[in-house]
């Protein structure tokens, strides 16, 4: 009996290990999104559900989208590789495909859940068999003649929408050799789109600080101006970036280069700055009930939905 007392104490009196560190995101937040209500983001650290690390691809992951219960992931290494993964809810790979010789900006996944889309920085819009990714799928859909920062699907599946940094959108009709429509509103650089819930409209956002909204026939709605420019700003010092828009049945949401969340009326009025916690970047967005989240640097932020007094 004594020397079990002994054991005991023993062991209480040793020194315990280090304790585990929960895995934490690693610089730009580069992509959120929403499956079935829980909130998944990306980082140079791996993809992650809520806190918990799911993976980390063998690629500086870029974008995200989600095709329930898979995750589309689009990424690469700068001047050397553009790759596309698929993931499933446990954070196990699927199917990873090579698609060029440098970075995946932007993936997509259409509503029907076959095909995905990739936005490439040598400028090509390309299409691929999802979830198996086949190689004898993977098309050319549009090209443009600068890196594409952005490509999204309409959530009725007929339009396939990308922006590019040669200031252009194309507006494409999912139909066998349909010709993309040009919008060539913007005067600078195209960083963002986003697709009204309805499918109705398209939102795009660009590096002067500007968020237009088109119909999906072409035609140019509104403009938005000085979009995330902060009250002080002189207009001499260099426009903010919209770096990320989300819209969701709640309202079109943004984020900028200048470090704010921002809301853009459905009728009347100018944006409305949501939230700003330095001048550090927004890089991505996501809604979820009651709830808007902003990934930063390092960082997922996560924000009370404003109240509103009507749509």
């Known amino acids: 009996m004594l020397s079990l007392r002994v054991a005991a104490l023993a062991l209480l009196a040793a020194p315990l290990g280090p304790a585990e560190e929960m895995p934490a995101h690693l610089g730009p937040v580069t992509s959120v999104v929403v499956v079935g209500g829980q909130v998944c983001s990306a ?3 791996g993809i992650f559900r809520e806190a918990k690390r799911l993976a980390k691809p063998p690629f500086r ?3 995200m989208a989600a095709s329930k219960p898979l995750l589309l992931l689009g990424g690469g290494q700068p001047a050397a590789s553009g790759d596309v993964a698929v993931y499933d809810s446990d954070g196990s790979a699927l199917a990873k495909r090579h698609l060029g010789n440098d970075l995946v900006y932007s993936v997509a996944v259409a509503p029907d859940g076959k095909t995905a889309a990739a936005a490439m920085a040598d400028g090509r819009v390309l299409t691929i068999d999802f979830p198996s990714l086949a190689p004898t799928s993977v098309a050319e859909a549009n090209r443009h003649q600068a890196i594409v920062r952005a490509v999204a699907f309409s959530p009725d599946g007929r339009w396939l929408a990308s922006a590019g940094l040669d200031g252009l959108v194309l507006l494409t009709p999912r139909k066998p050799n349909a010709k993309p429509l040009v919008l060539a509103d913007h005067s600078a650089g195209v960083e963002s789109l986003a697709f009204a819930p309805d499918s109705s409209r398209l939102a795009t956002g660009s590096r002067d600080g ?3 909204l088109h119909s999906v026939e ?3 709605l509104r403009t ?6 902060p009250p002080d700003a002189t207009g001499f010092g260099q ?3 919209v ?3 989300d819209w969701g049945e709640t309202g079109l949401i ?3 280069s200048s470090g704010y969340v921002f809301r853009l009326p459905s009728s009347q009025g100018d944006w409305q700055p949501l939230h700003r916690e330095r001048a550090t970047p927004v890089y991505s967005i996501g809604q979820v009930p009651g709830q808007i989240v902003a990934g930063k640097s390092g960082q997922l932020l996560k924000l009370a939905e404003p109240r509103r007094g009507g749509r």
Do not use: K
């Open 239 to 241: 426009a903010p970036r």
């Open 61 to 63: 992951v870029m974008s």
């Open 224 to 229: 938005f101006q000085g979009v995330g420019e």
């Open 243 to 245: 770096l990320c828009l």
């Open 254 to 256: 943004g984020g900028t």
């Open 210 to 212: 500007r968020v237009r």
């Open 43 to 45: 980082s140079q650290a």
């Open 218 to 220: 072409g035609r140019l």
